[in-house]
């Protein structure tokens, strides 16, 4: 079997989020051990092997979970009865769910390890508790606490104290001591200095702790996004910050709409039995009702609109698979062949199946042997960190990692698709090319966002008589202080074509400097607008270019080398790190002390890094833990690193153990043009 510790960041965080790995673990924990080793007989297939050691590794952490790191339970009162809704909650994750729980509900808060119940039957009850819970984190520092100092923690002990105040006088209630384990540590830590005339709600924050838990919506509009939680669990929230569908894998139940409160799905396997089942269907549900708004809480008629605006487009613009007639005969041969390297059927694809699959598929030019991984189960590129997957209705599904490294997913239009022959058949169901749209994701995608005065200006560009038109957009993504502008370039061809040819960046900073850099635009290789920021601002950006000598591909690290004279058309030279230069971000993170919460943390940080941005890390420093920010300088083969307030804290003298490699590194640093 192959170990944990091979596996590379594609296979941590790509793959779980596939059906066909989804697949796999449900059948493995649907089918007995006997019946699933075949008595010791089964013989895995590579890609068999890898799941396996993919499930075990993200078990890894729930198998050390004990009552000492996840103490906390809770149970809601149904009829006349406590049930349990919640289970093996770490502090960090109990306070959560108690921040966003109705102020209807009844609860009992259950700590397992101290053996003690706490009722909540309103609102003060609640904030009452969360004021203790914060308040142990001076005795006793948990994951609730990570990263924060002890001033952070009196902010949040004082805001819930002023709600308990607040809410006890609104309900005229008498106060009652919850946790009574500890008396005197309540006393302690209320007669603190909160220095309260200092503080107003809009200086304290919680929403950091919880980013990294927010997925956009893969098939709803902008601002629609999911919610998850640490167990699997999550809950699809508007962008007015109303939640519409909940799910909870441990306890299997699910909440719509409707008023009607959480429903079992044990039993009934019509319904979504995995989160992301949920997920297509709950945003499917939401389209369809989104037209008589029969929903709880109500949708704003600006919520409303966009729904049906998007349900419009969706539809015109849908790409479905959905005459392949793929036989079973065909996919038991494929199955075969994937796990014993051989078989005696015949699993191949007919001319007239093979016609009907995209030639180019999102950017990436399809082969014979890509088109079998799509149609017979997944299709990995694994050198962008993107997957595709065939559903059952014929759409075709995009997983990846978003620019906060965080998983997504998107249905692919008519406008990620091409086929090279063209024939009549295929055009028939792909319906004609939306310019317009491709235009508009391409601005998306590239990071110029999607607001309605780009999408104006853009058409407004296309429709006027001119051969070539410019947009203006700006970034929000620079460092306090620096301003970042854009000009967009768009050409017209002879017969109609629109096509953004280039972009023109500017930066100005507080001292009222300028920098600027023209960047071209193909759909192989194009700097993002935030790849554009941080070149401009000096930071190094991992790029992959075409090697003229091999006719392969190879990874670079480039940067702007601003102390040489621009080129004639007023762009700046690139210093260039190849991969002979021997920088290695993985190993340069290893020796740098960083402290990742979970291990996952690590490879999301690593590729933020190659990234070019500027990286919130914990470091260990006599003993404590410290915020601070990173930025990779490859040309050193280190980190510098940052206090909050961007003041360097370290030097540029080489890490440990690769201090040798300096001699023949200046060889291997050139300025040239690196075409991408």
Same mark, same amino acid.
């Given at each position: 079997?192959?170990?944990?510790?091979?596996l !590379?960041?594609?296979?941590?965080?790509?793959?779980?989020?596939?059906?066909?790995?989804?697949?796999? &673990?449900?059948?493995?924990?649907?089918?007995?051990?006997e019946?699933?080793?075949?008595?010791g007989?089964?013989?895995?297939?590579?890609?068999?092997?890898?799941? #396996?050691?993919i499930?075990?590794?993200?078990?890894?952490?729930?198998? $050390?979970?004990?009552v000492?790191? +996840?103490?906390?339970?809770?149970?809601?009162?149904?009829?006349n009865?406590?049930?349990e809704?919640?289970r093996?909650?770490?502090?960090?994750y109990?306070?959560?769910?108690?921040n966003n729980?109705d102020?209807?509900?009844?609860?009992?808060?259950?700590?397992?390890k101290?053996?003690?119940i706490?009722? #909540?039957?309103?609102?003060?009850?609640?904030?009452?508790?969360?004021?203790?819970?914060?308040?142990?984190?001076?005795q006793?520092?948990?994951?609730?606490? =990570?990263?924060?100092?002890?001033?952070?923690?009196?902010?949040?002990?004082?805001? +819930?104290?002023?709600?308990?105040?607040r809410?006890?006088?609104?309900f005229?209630?008498e106060?009652?001591?919850?946790? %009574?384990? =500890?008396?005197?540590?309540?006393?302690?830590t209320?007669?603190?200095?909160?220095?309260?005339?200092?503080?107003?709600?809009?200086?304290l924050?919680f929403?950091?702790?919880?980013?990294?838990?927010? &997925?956009p919506? =893969?098939?709803?509009?902008q601002?629609w996004?999911?919610?998850?939680?640490?167990?699997?669990?999550?809950?699809?929230?508007?962008?007015?910050?109303n939640?519409?569908?909940s799910?909870?894998?441990?306890?299997?139940?699910?909440?719509?709409?409707?008023?009607?409160?959480?429903?079992?799905l044990?039993?009934?396997y019509?319904?979504?039995?995995t989160?992301?089942d949920?997920?297509?269907?709950?945003?499917?549900n939401l389209?369809e009702?989104?037209a008589?708004?029969?929903? /709880?809480?109500?949708?704003?008629?600006?919520?409303?609109?966009?729904?049906l605006?998007?349900?419009t487009?969706?539809?015109e613009?849908?790409?479905?698979?959905e005459?392949?007639?793929?036989?079973e005969?065909?996919? $038991?041969?494929?199955?075969?062949?994937?796990?014993?390297?051989t078989?005696?059927?015949?699993?191949?694809?007919?001319?007239?199946?093979?016609?009907?699959?995209?030639?180019?598929l999102?950017?990436?030019?399809l /082969?014979?042997?890509?088109k079998?991984?799509l149609?017979?189960?997944?299709l990995?590129k694994?050198?962008y960190?993107?997957?595709?997957?065939l559903?059952?209705?014929?759409?075709?599904? %995009?997983?990846?990692?978003?620019?906060?490294?965080?998983p997504?997913?998107?249905?692919?239009? #008519?406008?990620?698709i091409?086929?090279?022959?063209?024939?009549?058949?295929?055009m028939e169901?792909?319906?004609?090319?939306?310019?317009?749209?491709y235009?508009k994701?391409?601005?998306?995608?590239l990071?110029?966002?999607?607001?309605?005065?780009?999408?104006k200006?853009?058409?407004?560009?296309?429709?006027?008589?001119?051969?070539?038109?410019?947009?203006?957009?700006?970034?929000?993504?620079?460092?306090?202080?620096?301003?970042?502008d854009?000009?967009?370039?768009?050409?017209?061809?002879?017969?109609?074509?629109?096509?953004?040819?280039?972009? +023109?960046a500017?930066l100005?900073?507080d %001292?009222?400097?300028?920098? =600027? +850099?023209?960047f071209?635009?193909?759909?192989?290789?194009?700097?993002?607008a935030?790849?554009a920021?941080?070149?401009?601002?000096?930071?190094s950006?991992? #790029?992959?270019?075409l090697?003229?000598?091999t006719?392969?591909?190879?990874p670079?690290f480039?940067?702007?080398?601003?102390?040489?004279?621009?080129?004639?058309?007023?762009?700046?030279?690139?210093?260039?790190?190849?991969?002979?230069y021997?920088?290695?971000?993985?190993?340069?993170?290893?020796?740098?002390?960083?402290?990742?919460?979970?291990?996952?943390?690590?490879? !999301?940080t690593?590729?933020?890094?190659?990234?070019?941005?500027? &990286?919130?890390?914990k470091i260990?420093?006599n003993?404590q833990?410290?915020?601070a920010?990173?930025?990779?300088?490859?040309?050193y %083969?280190?980190?510098?690193?940052?206090?909050?307030?961007?003041?360097?804290?370290?030097t540029?003298?080489?890490?440990?153990?690769?201090e040798?490699?300096r001699?023949h590194?200046? $060889?291997?640093?050139?300025?040239?043009?690196?075409?991408?």
């Amino acid at each position: 079997m192959e170990l944990v510790n091979d596996l !590379s960041w594609y296979d941590k965080n790509i793959t779980p989020i596939t059906r066909a790995y989804k697949n796999f &673990v449900k059948e493995m924990k649907n089918t007995s051990p006997e019946q699933w080793f075949k008595d010791g007989e089964r013989k895995f297939s590579g890609q068999e092997k890898k799941f #396996i050691a993919i499930y075990q590794f993200k078990n890894k952490a729930k198998m $050390a979970h004990s009552v000492n790191t +996840h103490p906390y339970s809770i149970n809601e009162l149904i009829g006349n009865s406590f049930q349990e809704k919640f289970r093996n909650m770490t502090a960090k994750y109990a306070v959560e769910v108690l921040n966003n729980y109705d102020d209807d509900k009844i609860l009992q808060f259950v700590d397992n390890k101290r053996n003690t119940i706490v009722r #909540i039957d309103n609102p003060s009850d609640r904030h009452n508790l969360l004021f203790d819970l914060w308040a142990k984190e001076f005795q006793n520092r948990t994951d609730l606490s =990570s990263g924060l100092d002890n001033r952070q923690i009196e902010e949040r002990m004082v805001y +819930h104290y002023h709600k308990y105040e607040r809410t006890e006088n609104n309900f005229n209630i008498e106060v009652n001591q919850l946790i %009574k384990d =500890s008396p005197e540590s309540r006393k302690s830590t209320r007669d603190l200095d909160w220095e309260e005339n200092n503080l107003g709600f809009e200086d304290l924050f919680f929403e950091e702790d919880f980013d990294e838990n927010l &997925v956009p919506a =893969s098939g709803l509009p902008q601002g629609w996004i999911w919610r998850e939680y640490a167990d699997g669990s999550g809950s699809l929230i508007s962008p007015s910050e109303n939640s519409y569908y909940s799910y909870d894998l441990q306890t299997q139940e699910y909440r719509l709409p409707d008023g009607r409160g959480w429903r079992t799905l044990r039993d009934h396997y019509d319904h979504p039995q995995t989160l992301f089942d949920f997920r297509i269907f709950a945003e499917q549900n939401l389209k369809e009702k989104a037209a008589k708004n029969d929903l /709880s809480p109500k949708l704003s008629e600006e919520e409303k609109k966009d729904l049906l605006n998007y349900r419009t487009f969706m539809k015109e613009n849908e790409f479905k698979l959905e005459k392949l007639q793929i036989t079973e005969n065909q996919r $038991a041969a494929y199955a075969q062949k994937t796990e014993f390297g051989t078989t005696d059927d015949d699993y191949s694809l007919t001319k007239q199946q093979l016609d009907q699959i995209p030639d180019v598929l999102d950017g990436h030019q399809l /082969s014979k042997n890509d088109k079998y991984a799509l149609v017979f189960g997944l299709l990995e590129k694994q050198e962008y960190g993107e997957s595709y997957e065939l559903l059952g209705n014929g759409e075709i599904l %995009k997983n990846y990692l978003n620019e906060d490294n965080l998983p997504s997913f998107k249905i692919l239009t #008519i406008n990620d698709i091409k086929f090279n022959n063209q024939n009549s058949n295929i055009m028939e169901t792909t319906k004609e090319f939306n310019q317009v749209q491709y235009l508009k994701d391409q601005m998306k995608y590239l990071g110029f966002g999607e607001d309605e005065k780009l999408h104006k200006d853009l058409e407004k560009g296309i429709k006027s008589k001119k051969n070539e038109f410019e947009i203006k957009s700006s970034s929000d993504k620079a460092l306090p202080g620096n301003k970042v502008d854009f000009i967009l370039k768009f050409n017209k061809t002879q017969s109609g074509g629109v096509f953004l040819n280039s972009y +023109h960046a500017k930066l100005t900073n507080d %001292k009222n400097e300028e920098m =600027s +850099h023209n960047f071209p635009v193909n759909r192989e290789n194009t700097f993002t607008a935030k790849e554009a920021v941080n070149l401009l601002e000096g930071r190094s950006v991992k #790029i992959e270019f075409l090697n003229p000598k091999t006719d392969q591909k190879e990874p670079a690290f480039v940067r702007f080398d601003f102390s040489e004279p621009k080129t004639e058309k007023g762009n700046y030279k690139f210093q260039n790190f190849y991969k002979n230069y021997g920088i290695d971000t993985a190993e340069i993170v290893e020796k740098s002390n960083l402290v990742f919460d979970k291990p996952e943390y690590k490879d !999301s940080t690593i590729k933020s890094l190659e990234k070019g941005n500027i &990286v919130k890390v914990k470091i260990k420093e006599n003993e404590q833990m410290v915020e601070a920010k990173a930025v990779l300088n490859p040309q050193y %083969k280190n980190l510098n690193l940052y206090d909050q307030d961007m003041t360097r804290i370290n030097t540029n003298k080489p890490l440990q153990g690769m201090e040798d490699e300096r001699g023949h590194d200046k $060889a291997n640093v050139k300025e040239q043009s690196i075409k991408r």
